[in-house]
């Protein structure tokens, strides 16, 4: 696979890339630097808006049918904005304990509903957890709750639906394990909790450079036959999992830390990931100076178009 670079500008932490079909355009997110970012893949120009908090994850959103701006996941909180630049506003409040808990990985579902995980910084304890929002039933004029989907995690990431809308992915990049479940998209009930795919965990005293380690589960996405694509943080690879969890293709990148990858194009079929460069070493980033860039490179087989979050 031939990788290229959607422009030399380099991003601390970039996460939750989504291609928006109707503007043909690419969004993602910087954590650490507190901005979402847009591209015209075409001219390669940048757009950037800078956020109050840090922005674990972002989705598109329309209401009765019409594209109305986006939904965000901030620290504290998941927010509304009806225009790129526009007022924020909180629609709920996070439960967890901002000062060690934040957002991270998230998406729209199949029907409209906004997903989104925590990440618990200290790292020592399985805290982080898995909400979803359905602004579907608020005609009542009452605000939205966060709805507890799963638990038992450090470090949300890897969100994802099967073509059929019938099994949800939800990977704990720091316990190196994806997991699955069975779901109904009416009900919003997971069910039949299973390991998709595990990897061995982070030998004691790797460092960047030695051999022995080949990444944990970060950000995915998933193409028309089923097929999950997940990023291998400190893995230098996006691995090609087939529904049963088995290894069909290794990709290396040029980036140790990939973070998520996303499909996009007129037709589906380039593939983007961001990556980190964010805590790095020096030596790593020597090696790969890359790091922190944009990448994509075109594959045989289109990915699931990305979906709203029905506001």
């Known amino acids: 696979m ?8 380099t ?73 790129w630049g526009g007022e924020l506003r909180q629609i709920a ?32 304890a399985n805290k982080a957890q898995l909400f979803s929002l359905d602004r579907r039933v608020a005609a009542d004029g009452k605000p939205p709750v966060l709805e507890l989907k799963a638990d038992n995690a450090i470090i949300a990431n890897g969100l994802a639906w099967s073509p059929d809308a019938k099994t949800v992915y939800w990977a704990d990049t720091t316990n190196h394990i994806i997991r699955a479940w069975d779901w109904n998209a009416e ?36 193409d028309v036959d089923g097929n999950y694509w997940v990023a291998m943080f400190e893995g230098a690879r996006i691995l090609k999992l087939s529904p049963a969890g088995e290894v069909l293709a290794e990709v290396p990148l040029p980036a140790q830390c990939p973070t998520m990858p996303c499909f996009g194009g007129e037709d589906g079929r380039t593939l983007y990931v961001t990556t980190a460069r964010y805590n790095r070493s020096a030596a790593e980033l020597e090696a790969y100076p890359q790091s922190g860039c944009i990448f994509f490179a075109r594959v045989e087989r289109s990915g699931l178009a990305v979906n709203f979050f029905e506001a």
Request: proline content about 9%; aromatic content about 12%; some cysteine.
């Open 187 to 222: 009900t919003n009930a997971m069910s039949n909790m299973r390991v998709f795919a595990q990897w061995p965990g982070k030998p004691e005293g790797w460092a960047f450079g030695m051999p022995g380690y080949g990444g944990r589960p970060d950000g995915a996405a998933v």
């Open 2 to 9: 031939e990788w290229q670079t959607l422009s030399p500008q």
């Open 93 to 124: 409040r996070a439960t967890h304990d901002n000062t060690t808990t934040r957002f991270n990985d998230g998406k729209a579902d199949p029907v409209g509903r906004f997903w989104a995980g925590t990440m618990y910084e200290p790292r020592d």
């Open 11 to 83: 991003f601390e932490l970039g996460e939750s890339p989504f291609w928006h079909p109707d503007e043909q355009t690419l969004y993602w997110v910087d954590i650490p630097a507190r901005a979402i970012h847009r591209a015209n893949v075409y001219m390669g120009t940048v757009d950037t808006w800078p956020m109050p908090l840090e922005p674990g994850c972002i989705a598109p959103a329309r209401t009765g049918g019409v594209n109305n701006g986006y939904v965000i996941a901030l620290r504290d909180g998941i927010y509304r904005a009806t225009e």
